[in-house]
């Protein structure tokens, strides 16, 4: 249980259209934020996990998961993704120092399955310094200039779509965060950018990202289907 969790969760959701940050908005009863939570502490390999909330709902969003049972500290969150992690992870490594992994877990990622979570963390403990769960590219993709002029057609096969938790070396991600200088939405990216190589486990389905209306209901007969399952 050397694995720490963190969860950027201050970004605000407006697109989902409930007025509050997309972290609180409700599925089957219970807020994203809660389910992402709930699937990091149920892999049975995180040891702490720390939540990055928009400094004005701090006290509000601790309650939620207290209420809910869901052990975790929560921090304020600042200007962009970038410093939500960065103070996130600060706050990780004060309260457990022997942290050897770190995870970086969307709140909008929250039905990641448990053995997603468990791979991401056996790689790194492995040796890998840096690992993402990943799903082949299904789509044709089209590279296009600013005119929306399509350029090229890359090679689908060579292609993934990243899902989280994104898993690190401590001192990796550590190391990252210390250079990163821009908003990144990426962390894996900002390893990247130090010539470290990122290793890749197979995501799922389930951990798809929600941020419209539509994944939403997508989300929302996932949760449907796991609990009759």
Do not use: W
């Not at 201050?10 to 989902?16: F, M, N, Q, T, Y």
């Not at 969307?106 to 403990?125: E, G, H, K, S, Y």
């Amino acid at each position: 249980m050397n694995t720490v969790a963190i969860v950027p969760a201050a970004g605000r959701g407006e697109r989902l259209g409930f007025g509050v940050p997309k972290a609180l908005v409700p599925v089957r009863g219970s807020a994203l934020l809660a389910h992402a939570v709930r699937g990091l502490l149920t892999a049975g390999c995180v040891r702490h996990v720390v939540v990055a909330a928009p400094p004005a709902e701090v006290e509000s969003t601790a309650k939620l998961l207290a209420d809910a049972g869901l052990p975790a500290d929560v921090v304020p969150g600042g200007a962009d993704r970038t410093d939500s992690v960065r103070r996130a992870l600060r706050h990780a490594l004060t309260a457990v120092p022997d942290a050897r992994v770190v995870l970086v877990h969307d709140a909008a990622r929250a039905f990641t399955p448990p053995q997603v979570i468990q791979a991401v963390v056996d790689a790194v403990l492995a040796g890998a310094p840096a690992v993402i769960p990943v799903l082949p590219m299904a789509d044709t993709v089209k590279q296009v200039d600013a005119a929306g002029v399509v350029l090229a057609t890359p090679d689908r096969a060579a292609l993934r779509i990243v899902q989280t938790p994104q898993g690190f070396d401590a001192a990796t991600l550590t190391r990252a965060y210390a250079a990163a200088g821009d908003s990144a939405t990426d962390d894996a990216g900002l390893v990247e950018k130090l010539g470290v190589p990122v290793a890749t486990v197979p995501g799922h389905p389930y951990a798809m990202k929600v941020t419209t209306p539509f994944d939403l209901a997508i989300a929302e007969a996932v949760l449907s289907a796991v609990e009759v399952s």
